[in-house]
C-alpha cells in the first residue's frame, strides 16, 4: 500500500508541471496571435496604404484633368471670373504648367493683360519644361503685344519660333504686330501665310482650329492693306468656315481683325457689323472692348454689314 502511494504521489507530483507547460504553452500562443493582431495588423495597415496610393493617384488625376476641361469650357464661352474661381480655388495648388496656362489665357482674354504677363514670366524661365517655356513665350508676345510693348512682344514670338519652328502661333503674332506698328504689310501676309502653312502641317495644332482665328484675319487685314480687297474678303469668309464657333475670345478676336480689314478697303458698313459682332460675343472682354474702341472711334454703331 505505502509503494503504490508513492507511486500516486510520484504521479501527482509530475502531473503538476504537466499542467504548467501547457498552460505555457497557450498563454505563448495567446500572446502571438496578441502581436499578430496589433502589431501585424500595423503592418498589413502599412502594406494596404501603399498599394492605395496609386489608386489614389489616379483618382486626383481623373479630378485634375476633369477641372482642367471644365475651366477650358468656361474660358470659352467668355466667362473668365468663373474660370479664375475655379482655377485659383482646387487647382491653386497647382505649379503644373497647364494651369498656369489656363490661368493666363482667363486674364488675358478677360482684359488684364499685365497681370497675364506675370503668370507668364514664369512659364519662360529656363528652369521650365519645354512645352512650358513654348506655350509662355507664344502667349507672352500676345500679352505685350496687348499692352503696346512691340519690342517684347517681337523677341517673345521669336523666342518661341526658335524652340518650335513648325508651330503657327508665332508667326500669326509677328503678322499681327507688323499691322498694328502699320509698318511692311507685305512682310505681314507673308508671316500670316507662313503661320497658315505651318497649321496645316503640324500635327499638334491639328484639333487647334482657334488659331486660325488669327491667322486668317490677320491675313485678311494684311490683304487690305495692300489694296487686294477680294482676296481680303475671301480669307475672312475661309476663316469663318475654319475656326472654332465654340471658342468666343477667339472668335471675337477674328471679327475684329475682320472689321480692321474692311477699315482699310474703305467698307464701314462691313467693319462696323464685323466689330459689333465682336462685341456681342464678348462683351467684358479684350477683342469685344478693342471692337467697341474701334465702333465709337469711327462712330459705326449704325448700320448692317454690306453683302
Not at 4 to 29: F, I, K, M, Q
Not at 174 to 182: A, I, P
Request: proline share 4%; aromatic share 6%.
Amino acid at each position: 500500500m505505502q509503494r503504490e502511494l508513492a507511486t500516486a504521489d510520484r504521479r501527482g507530483g509530475n502531473s503538476a508541471p504537466r499542467v504548467d507547460n501547457a498552460a505555457r504553452s497557450e498563454l505563448l500562443h495567446h500572446g502571438n496571435d496578441s502581436r499578430d493582431s496589433f502589431g501585424g495588423g500595423g503592418d498589413r495597415m502599412s502594406i494596404w496604404w501603399l498599394a492605395a496610393i496609386p489608386g489614389i493617384a489616379a483618382l486626383l488625376g481623373i479630378q485634375f484633368i476633369l477641372v482642367g476641361m471644365r475651366v477650358d469650357r468656361e474660358i470659352k464661352r467668355c466667362h473668365y471670373q468663373r474660370a479664375l474661381k475655379m482655377i485659383d480655388g482646387i487647382l491653386g495648388w497647382s505649379s503644373v504648367g497647364v494651369m498656369k496656362v489656363q490661368k493666363a489665357d482667363a486674364l488675358f482674354y478677360g482684359g488684364h493683360a499685365k497681370e497675364a504677363e506675370a503668370v507668364l514670366r514664369e512659364l519662360v524661365q529656363p528652369s521650365r519644361s519645354l512645352a512650358d517655356r513654348l506655350s509662355g513665350f507664344e502667349r507672352l508676345g500676345l500679352v505685350l503685344l496687348a499692352q503696346g510693348d512691340y519690342p517684347e512682344a517681337k523677341r517673345s514670338f521669336e523666342a518661341a519660333a526658335a524652340l518650335r519652328p513648325t508651330r503657327s502661333v508665332a508667326f500669326s503674332g509677328l503678322s499681327e504686330l507688323r499691322l498694328r506698328e502699320g509698318l511692311l504689310p507685305g512682310k505681314a501676309l507673308a508671316d500670316a501665310e507662313q503661320a497658315l502653312k505651318k497649321h496645316r502641317s503640324e500635327l499638334t495644332e491639328r484639333f487647334s482650329s482657334e488659331h486660325m482665328a488669327g491667322i486668317r484675319g490677320n491675313q485678311a487685314w494684311a490683304l487690305a492693306l495692300l489694296g487686294h480687297a477680294a482676296e481680303s474678303q475671301q480669307a475672312i469668309e475661309l476663316g469663318a468656315l475654319e475656326i472654332d464657333p465654340k471658342h468666343k475670345p477667339e472668335l471675337a478676336g477674328f471679327h475684329w481683325r475682320a472689321g480692321m480689314a474692311m477699315l482699310a478697303i474703305e467698307r464701314p458698313s462691313s467693319a462696323a457689323g464685323h466689330f459689333r459682332r465682336a462685341s456681342e460675343l464678348d462683351p467684358e472682354g479684350y477683342y469685344g472692348g478693342l471692337a467697341t474702341q474701334q465702333l465709337r472711334q469711327h462712330s459705326l454703331d449704325v448700320g448692317h454689314p454690306e453683302e
